[in-house]
């Protein structure tokens, strides 16, 4: 590239940031699958492993497939530095494990994804690291009332999977900056193409890089981006317990986010129609989207996020058997454990992700016995819409 990536706008950075050609004159990068890279001489190889050069050691550590999709990455969020990890949860796990020590105390939002939710209440105490959860439903005043003296870190998702939950994330800024605690926001729903935590105050975000980034449900990723001094500390925890992408995954992921930009604005355009159209199906109970004006963060969204993203959930009227015979009469939707696809996907938590739950428990997490969560992918809405429509004529 020629000019610097700043003068750019961030969707032509999504195509354009693109590691230096090799003297073979590729249009498309190539793939570097190498476990290690070679120095021309002794004192390169020592200059490298003291820091005195960036040059590339063992793809543990980084890969030049790796460097473009997290420069990328850091493009596209605002970020200072990144780290790219094998899967979201590897991404969330670092973040925590590099930045928390055993006293230390962290604050989160209560709705956030299944595995987070185990790594925090079964994993983190075993280093005797505490936790809290704060509701959607609390003011700022009790929120900030939760952080301890030994309070580190605020994590939140957001919007939340699968309640599609909305956290004010300038509010949460507010809060953080004031008790000097670290602001890491997991933005797997939005992606950067929809909202910029960093922009709202966010020290740290996080990604699942499986779901709408690679878009087509092919590979596993994730990525860490924010304030270089943070990221360092999570490379140093990375490059020494190894949870790295790998660069055939990276290849992968570099070149979704070429398409990012403009899968995110069809998969929000189709999934408010078909929100919009189910509004007032007979056989719903409640319809919830971010930018349904029914939906009660929707100021919220409309401050933080440019579009609502490709995620509709609903409440059938028949509960945990209607929600069973709902995806038993689907034709085209697939029922599979990913979000995020070029094919539209229906799940039911209820009697699925979270069927090993009591009823009340379930409550508490936001899983109603009738919610389903469809993944709105590009097939045309008209096919979409009408699917869902028979499978709850049928199921009703
Ligand atoms: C899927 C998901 C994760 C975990 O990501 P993996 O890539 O499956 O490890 C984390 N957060 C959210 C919001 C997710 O949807």
């Given at each position: ?24 004159m590729?249009h ?23 820091d005195?050069?960036d040059?590339n ?23 200072e530095?990144g ?15 590099a ?9 989160s ?9 185990t ?54 800024s507010r ?6 605690v670290?602001?890491?926001?997991d ?27 690679d878009?087509?449900g ?39 986010l ?28 409640l ?15 409309q401050k933080?996020?440019?579009g ?15 929600g ?12 599979t ?11 039911h ?10 009823e009340?428990?379930r ?34």
């Amino acid at each position: 590239m020629n000019k610097d990536r700043h003068q750019y706008q961030p969707d032509t950075n999504a195509v354009r940031i693109q590691i230096p050609r090799t003297d073979q004159m590729e249009h498309a990068s190539p793939m570097f699958l190498t476990s290690s890279f070679c120095f021309d001489n002794a004192e390169e190889m020592r200059a490298t492993f003291a820091d005195e050069t960036d040059f590339n050691i063992y793809s543990r550590f980084s890969n030049p497939n790796v460097d473009e999709f997290v420069q990328k990455m850091c493009a596209l969020e605002g970020g200072e530095a990144g780290y790219a990890t094998a899967s979201g949860m590897s991404a969330i796990f670092a973040s925590f494990m590099a930045l928390l020590k055993a006293g230390d105390h962290l604050l989160s939002a209560r709705s956030i994804f299944g595995s987070t939710h185990t790594v925090i209440t079964k994993f983190l105490p075993k280093w005797g690291i505490t936790t809290s959860y704060f509701d959607i439903t609390d003011d700022p005043a009790s929120i900030a009332a939760m952080i301890k003296p030994n309070t580190r870190m605020i994590f939140l998702e957001t919007p939340s999977n699968p309640g599609l939950e909305i956290i004010d994330i300038e509010m949460l800024s507010r809060i953080a900056k004031e008790h000097k605690v670290i602001l890491n926001v997991d933005n797997a729903f939005a992606t950067p193409v929809l909202q910029k935590p960093l922009a709202h105050g966010a020290d740290l975000v996080t990604h699942s890089a499986t779901k709408w980034i690679d878009g087509q449900g092919r590979v596993l990723g994730g990525v860490v981006v924010g304030k270089k001094e943070l990221i360092k500390e999570i490379y140093t925890f990375c490059r020494s317990t190894g949870p790295s992408m790998s660069p055939f995954n990276a290849w992968v992921l570099s070149k979704s986010l070429e398409t990012l930009f403009v899968r995110m604005e069809r998969h929000s355009d189709s999934a408010l129609k078909l929100a919009k159209a189910l509004e007032n199906n007979p056989h719903l109970s409640l319809v919830k989207y971010p930018f349904l004006p029914s939906h009660p963060q929707y100021a919220i969204a409309q401050k933080q996020m440019s579009g609502g993203g490709g995620i509709v959930c609903f409440e059938l009227k028949g509960g945990l058997q209607q929600g069973v015979r709902f995806l038993d009469a689907l034709q085209l939707l697939s029922l599979t454990a990913n979000l995020g696809d070029s094919r539209s996907i229906a799940s039911h938590p209820a009697s699925t992700t979270h069927a090993k739950l009591s009823e009340e428990e379930r409550a508490i997490a936001g899983i109603t016995p009738g919610l389903i969560r469809i993944s709105v992918g590009l097939e045309n809405i008209k096919d979409i819409l009408e699917d869902i429509e028979q499978a709850l004529e049928k199921s009703k």
